[in-house]
Structures are given as structure tokens and as C-alpha cells.
């Protein structure tokens, strides 16, 4: 069982580079999220989706876009990069009513 | 200040030791999940809490809802080092499908178990 699966684990990117952070599962969850996680601040969302076509803001999206053109892909794109971006990202997936399943994580440091 | 906040912010307990870990709302709790992370690691998801009163076990942890205080906590008894990791609770804002499922998380607990 592969559950969700992110890429790459680790990148690091100069400022005002773009990258995207890749996550796919294979559960067939219709709802999919964002999150990063800063030291001492739990995780916070950034972009969540509710099936494939439907995305809208978390808490923190300034800076982020996503996409979700399949049930199994949800994307993040970082399009500027800035210092206040380096942060671990993870994604994770639910259906209705279940626990999150987490990836492993993205450990992304912008210099 | 969070909307979750976990206490104690870390924890250094002697193997066989019994602890206890609290996350306290300052919202309304529609329900209250815990999940465990060890470093460089996804989180896990360890249990689900929905109704006040509820209490839930799985193998030496065990955690309880007290919707009145908006509170939960988790207990684990006769620590292992294996328990070691970060654990976090994360709250449901919106009853049912209104959520879509998101969390609003705490800032999580560092637990160390000495062998």
C-alpha cells in the first residue's frame, strides 16, 4: 500500500525560483490537503480539495497555487520563492468522516 | 494565541513512567484527532475523538474528550522509548461535511523516553 506519496523529500531553491511539490494517492480520498509545518507552530494549511476540478484557500495560500485535474494528484506550486517559504510541506488525503493519511513530507529550504 | 494549545510544549520521561498530554480549545470541538510524528516522518494518525465523554485505547495509549472544557488529553502508560516522537491533536471547526475535513492543529508535544 503506498498511501500518499510525495516528491521529492528534500530541495532546496534560491529566491524567487519555482518549484513544484509533487503528491499523489492512491486510496481513492476524495479530499486532499496542504499543510506546512514550522518549528514550534503545528501544521498549517495552506490549499485543500474536495475533489478533482475543486481547490480553495487554507489559512496560509499567499505564495502557493494548486491544482487537482485527477482524483489520485494534487500539486503545489511555489511560483516566487522567498525565505519565509522554507518550512517542512506535507500532504495528506481523508475521506468524509476518517483520519488524515500523511505523506512523508518535503523538507524545502530557500536561500 | 492558538486556537489549540497543547501543554506540556515537551516532555523527558523515564522508561515504565506514566504521562499525560493535553490539547485545549478555545473554540467549539466538533471533533479531536491525535496523531504521532517521528522526526523526518509523516504523521499517524493514532485515534478519533467525536463525542464528549468519549475514550479510546489502542495497545498503552488512551485518550479522552471532555467537550464541556473543550479539552482532550492523551495518556500513555509504562512509557517506551518507542512512544518517542511529536504528538500533535488537530480539531474539526464545522460539524459533518461543512469541515471537508480540515484541521486546525496544535503546536505539538516532544515527547523523549530515556531507556
Known amino acids: 500500500n503506498a498511501g500518499v506519496t510525495q516528491t521529492p523529500k528534500f530541495r532546496i531553491l534560491k529566491i524567487g525560483q519555482s518549484m513544484t511539490l509533487q503528491c499523489t494517492q492512491d486510496m481513492n480520498h476524495n479530499y486532499m490537503y496542504w499543510y506546512r509545518q514550522d518549528p514550534g507552530m503545528g501544521l498549517k494549511l495552506i490549499y485543500y480539495?474536495?475533489?478533482?476540478?475543486?481547490?480553495d484557500k487554507g489559512e496560509v495560500p499567499n505564495g502557493y497555487n494548486v491544482s487537482r485535474s485527477t482524483t489520485e494528484d494534487f500539486p503545489l506550486r511555489l511560483e516566487l520563492a522567498a525565505p519565509s517559504q522554507t518550512s517542512v510541506y506535507f500532504c495528506?488525503?481523508?475521506?468524509?468522516?476518517?483520519?488524515?493519511?500523511f505523506g512523508s513530507g518535503t523538507r524545502l529550504t530557500v536561500v | 494565541s492558538q486556537e489549540l494549545e497543547q501543554s506540556p510544549q515537551s516532555l523527558i520521561v523515564q522508561e515504565g513512567k506514566n504521562l499525560t498530554i493535553n490539547c485545549t480549545s478555545s473554540k467549539t470541538l466538533y471533533g479531536l484527532y491525535w496523531y504521532k510524528q517521528k522526526y523526518g516522518e509523516g504523521l499517524i494518525f493514532l485515534m478519533m475523538l467525536q463525542k464528549g465523554g468519549e475514550e479510546k485505547s489502542h495497545e498503552k495509549i488512551t485518550a479522552k474528550l471532555d467537550e464541556k472544557k473543550q479539552q482532550s488529553s492523551l495518556h500513555i502508560t509504562a512509557s517506551q522509548p518507542s512512544h518517542a516522537g511529536i504528538y500533535l491533536c488537530?480539531?474539526?471547526?464545522?460539524?459533518?461535511?461543512?469541515?471537508?475535513?480540515?484541521?486546525?492543529f496544535g503546536q505539538g508535544t516532544i515527547l523523549t523516553v530515556h531507556p
Open positions: 480539495s474536495v475533489g478533482a476540478g475543486i481547490t
Open positions: 488537530g480539531a474539526a471547526r464545522n460539524a459533518g461535511g461543512t469541515s471537508y475535513g480540515k484541521l486546525t
Open positions: 495528506a488525503s481523508s475521506q468524509p468522516g476518517g483520519g488524515y493519511t
